[in-house]
């Protein structure tokens, strides 16, 4: 069984368009994040999000806009890709915010062309 | 935020016991350190949590000095497996989540 989720795995698209990543945890955890990952290998957090609630929100585009339906999914929508969005990202759950154990999902390689 | 430094890079020989250490000078009171293992094309993988003094389990030791600025991640007898990325993590509450820049071990056979 899979713990952390995401969908898809490989994404390769033009700029400007739109696109969407998912991710689902079936840990029952409460919190759940987006990490970016660029070529240089840095991980950054920009949305967690706590029983369905935005908790952080780091400095990240508008155009990035996480979307959790029930506390088990966190989607993250991109408008008008550019081409400074390509990075690998993660999701992650854990059973709360803060020194909480993250459970991270394999990654979606996001290529923007 | 408690910003983290860490080595780059370590190399090591098969069989030798690395330690990697990472900086935290702005740690808060209630913030923990937690050490993640990443190999390529896969999410970060957590590998031991301490809040001071001396943490061990079944892969590493996690050593942290009182005044918990810093941070020593300790794997006895390295194998060519556990050549990856360690990141160093120090969190605690809401708005405290920040990842090492991480140090890429090389394990040399």
């Known amino acids: 069984d899979t713990a952390v989720s995401q969908t898809p795995k490989y994404l390769v698209t033009q700029m400007g368009n739109d696109k969407s990543i998912k991710c689902e945890q079936n840990?029952?955890?409460?919190?759940m994040y987006w990490y970016k990952q660029d070529s240089k290998k840095f991980l950054k957090i920009m949305f967690s999000?706590?029983?369905?609630?935005?908790?952080i929100n780091e400095t990240v585009p508008n155009r990035f806009s996480p979307k959790s339906p029930d506390k088990a999914h966190l989607n993250l929508h991109i408008n008008s890709l550019e081409l400074g969005d390509s990075a690998v990202y993660f999701c992650?759950?854990?059973?709360?915010?803060?020194?909480?154990?993250?459970?991270f999902g394999p990654g979606t390689r996001l290529l923007v062309l | 935020l408690a910003k983290t430094t860490q080595p780059i890079s370590m190399d090591s020989y098969e069989g030798q016991e690395v330690n990697i250490t990472c900086s935290h000078n702005n740690i808060a009171t209630n913030d923990y350190i937690t050490w993640y293992q990443q190999f390529p094309s896969q999410g970060p993988r957590f590998i031991i949590q301490g809040y001071k003094t001396k943490v061990t389990n079944e892969v590493a030791s996690l050593f942290i000095p009182a005044d918990r600025k810093s941070s020593t991640l300790s794997l006895p007898r390295v194998s060519l497996s556990d050549t990856a990325v360690y990141y160093c993590l120090v969190s605690g509450g809401y708005q405290k989540v920040t990842f090492g820049t991480g140090t890429k071990l090389q394990v040399i056979p």
């Open positions: 992650a759950s854990s059973q709360a915010q803060g020194q909480e154990t993250q459970y």
């Open positions: 840990l029952g955890h409460d919190t």
């Open positions: 999000y706590n029983n369905k609630e935005l908790i």
